[in-house]
């Protein structure tokens, strides 16, 4: 190969970042898609999303553009390391972003990629995004005009970051130091909550940790029930999320809402969540005088846990136990979501949000609700 060609590649190469950039701008995702061999790849996996071939590419791309408010990317030249009919490289990428629901944000981030030479000339054959900053501070500008499209909710809660505008509580009487919201609580205290719950409608168990919790799940819910399972790293930590989605004992939601394409089957996904036979999940704050309340994005589990599910069980590790509603807010914004939010950037390369509060304050049919109380802190 000579010196010609040797340029005319590193040309070609640079002009296919650059027409990936102005698809992304454009909204153009299948120009974007033929940028790509048949078999290539965008992967993300700070979203996360792994797109191979071009049609996954075409549609991945049109569900997250039909979120967006504004986005702006910029490419910078990175490097070119040329190997015959193949190539390597880096991008370097500067993004501004809002979507409809609120989210907002500037990433620094790197494109690791691989080039093939085509008959229709040269093409990625694998891009790999990888985010290296985040700034989640409110954006001062705006876009001229919204963009088209409407975005839709998600099932899982921590995919729907955006700026908290939660009601703002009323002061407590004897505010609680935020750096107490992580620490269990007493046996007494667990026994006041349980009684609360109890005299609310609930059932309330008091158990010893998460493996306890993991076990008592499986009597509470009948092998083949349909169950869905909200976003909560109580349930992650625990195995409680892997024994009902991956287990194979249950009739299991999420997996089947997952495998839905959301541009298509919203309203499919929206009736499966919506009213499940069983819905588990954990909750932000549960309060001495005998309320639970959960914090969501999306608010897309809240129909579940709120009536729309024939049961509930819902575990509560110690360090969740406040007063009053009023704490019981304050835990939410001071501590859970902060710790959400960095979670949300490590996962998805997107900050969280508090968009809407769900407070459970009694069970008006007797057995619906069941409070597991943990004496072990788990989850946030």
Known sequence: MNDFQT???????????????DAVMMRDRPRLASLFTPDGALRMPDIPADQVGREEIRAGGERLQSQWDFFV?????????????TATGRAYIQELFRTLDGRQGLHYAVYHDRYQRTTEGWKFAERVYEVRYLDTSPLAGTAPHTAQGSGTDRA????????????????????????SFADPASAEQLERVAAALRANGFAA?????????????????????G????????????????????????????????????????????????????????VAAVTETGSLVLASGSGSQFPANAGGAAHAVWIVGAQKVVPDLSTALRRVEEHALPLENARALAVYGMPSALNRLLIVNAEQRQGRGTVLLLREAIGY
Not at 74 to 82: D, K, Y
Not at 213 to 225: C, F, M, S, T, W
């Open 7 to 21: 340029i005319a590649d590193r040309v070609e190469i640079e002009a296919l970042r650059g027409e990936f950039t």
């Open 73 to 85: 990317q910029t490419t910078h030249p990175g490097t070119i390391l040329l190997d015959g009919d």
């Open 156 to 179: 899982d809660a921590t995919a729907t970051p955006a700026p908290t505008s939660a009601p703002t509580p009323a002061p407590a009487p004897a505010p609680v130091p935020a750096a």
């Open 205 to 225: 168990e008091i158990l010893d940790d998460a493996a306890a919790a993991r076990a008592r799940v499986k009597d509470l819910i009948p092998e083949g029930a």
């Open 227 to 282: 169950v869905f399972t909200g976003a909560s790293e109580t349930l992650r930590l625990s195995g409680i999320d892997e024994d009902i989605n991956a287990g194979g004992r249950y009739d299991a939601i999420r997996p089947r809402v997952l495998a839905i394409d959301r541009a298509t089957g919203a309203d499919e996904i929206r009736r499966l969540v919506a009213s499940p036979e069983f819905v588990v999940n954990s």
